[in-house]
């Protein structure tokens, strides 16, 4: 029997995220995913009018391929991949039976492959930038273990977060971006942090189920150069199946001239694969008030409310600092009280204490507000 919350899940990331419009190709790329799940998407495309392509991929496959990869075995998947992706204007990607440390055991030299030939190209560079996108994960027993619910709670707070009405949230973020619009330095504060960097004229995004589900964050990017100080994270964070936690980071000059964590040596191999990898590509807040705790999955953890994300790597364009890398690394920091607390200033005037906007034209975005706006 078709579930109907599958149908109301397709009917959000069709008509809300990825604004099928007649003719459209849309790529529905299902990794992992109950088949009745991939219809429900196919069938809301064409009832759209798009014409939907379907890749139904897993993710046990995914890392033999890459395990016994070589250069040209993956370009020659990367070519035909970036071909496909060539021809869309909508992707839509949903990944679930999700075993999060499912390519820990694949050599770093091999991911390097498939984040250069591979990942950087297809998706970074034409699908981020050429396509409307969305993606986001399909809930798994494993996904409710490391939120410590059990299965079927979880699955209700999954179709509660992503089929919320991301209508309101866009209301909500709008001062918010227009406030960062406005703001030149920021000062953010809190254990093992003392971080201070410029946003000056960089472009400013607000999130609301456009490219995520879940969504609830608004992003900008540092001037490149004007990141200083030091900044402690708080939340696991997981980079082709390796977990770090503890990730500490260093900055001079916008460079992280230091990094730390639970695997130093991992980090900074990561760290070092190009130049831009040790410069900062994103900064955003986030204020999801149904995603409060992390679960080491990062499409919910970088939307935690009360929480910012700072990113080494690959700037987006919309937001662009002009940083370019293979890598694109999004670090999250909870400050509510709970985790620690912490404030954020932009130029020199308190915004955020311990997770809570403190500025009337902001409150909206507070927890109780933004379930209730």
């Known amino acids: 029997m078709q579930d109907p919350r599958f149908d109301k899940l397709a009917d959000v990331l069709v008509r809300h995220s990825t604004k099928v419009q007649p003719n459209d190709n849309v790529l529905i790329d299902a990794f992992d995913v109950p088949a009745e799940l991939t219809v429900a998407v196919l069938r809301a495309v064409q009832n759209a009018g798009g014409n939907g392509v379907v890749n139904v991929r897993q993710n046990q496959v995914m890392r033999a391929l890459f395990q016994g990869a070589t250069e040209e075995s993956i370009k020659l998947n990367a070519d035909g991949a970036l071909y496909q992706m060539q021809q869309m204007q909508c992707y839509i990607g949903i990944r679930g039976g999700y075993n999060s440390a499912e390519l820990s055991d694949v050599p770093s030299d091999k991911m390097k492959l498939y984040t250069?030939?591979?990942?950087?190209?297809?998706?970074?560079?034409?699908?981020?930038?050429?396509?409307?996108?969305?993606?986001?994960?399909?809930?798994s027993a494993s996904m409710a273990q490391e939120a410590q619910m059990s299965t079927e709670a979880f699955e209700k707070f999954f179709f509660e977060v992503c089929t919320f009405d991301y209508s309101r949230m866009e209301r909500a973020v709008a001062p918010l971006k227009a406030l960062m619009e406005q703001t030149d330095q920021v000062h953010i504060i809190g254990p093992g942090t003392d971080l201070q960097f410029s946003i000056k004229d960089i472009g400013v995004i607000p999130c609301y189920g456009s490219h995520n589900i879940p969504d609830g964050e608004c992003f900008t990017a540092p001037i490149k150069d004007s990141v200083q100080g030091t900044i402690q994270f708080n939340t696991p964070t997981i980079e082709h199946g390796v977990t770090y936690e503890n990730v500490k980071l260093s900055f001079k000059d916008g460079k992280i001239i230091e990094a730390t964590?639970?695997?130093?040596?991992?980090?900074?191999?990561?760290?070092?694969?190009?130049?831009?990898?040790?410069?900062?590509?994103?900064?955003?807040?986030?204020?999801?008030?149904?995603?409060?705790?992390?679960?080491?999955?990062?499409?919910?953890?970088?939307?935690?409310?009360?929480?910012?994300?700072?990113?080494?790597?690959?700037?987006?364009?919309?937001?662009?600092?002009?940083?370019?890398?293979?890598?694109?690394?999004?670090?999250?920091c909870i400050q509510r009280e709970e985790f620690g607390g912490g404030e954020i200033y932009f130029d020199g005037k308190l915004v955020r204490k311990d997770g809570v906007f403190v500025l009337p034209e902001l409150e909206a975005l507070n927890i109780e507000n933004l379930k209730g706006v």
């Open 261 to 332: 964590s639970s695997n130093s040596k991992k980090l900074n191999e990561v760290l070092d694969t190009d130049e831009g990898a040790r410069y900062i590509g994103e900064f955003s807040l986030a204020y999801n008030p149904y995603i409060l705790q992390p679960m080491k999955d990062i499409l919910f953890d970088e939307k935690i409310a009360g929480s910012f994300h700072f990113t080494p790597g690959q700037a987006y364009e919309d937001a662009d600092n002009g940083n370019r890398s293979e890598v694109h690394w999004d670090m999250v």
């Open 116 to 139: 250069k030939f591979w990942l950087h190209p297809v998706h970074l560079e034409h699908r981020v930038k050429k396509t409307r996108w969305c993606i986001l994960r399909y809930p």
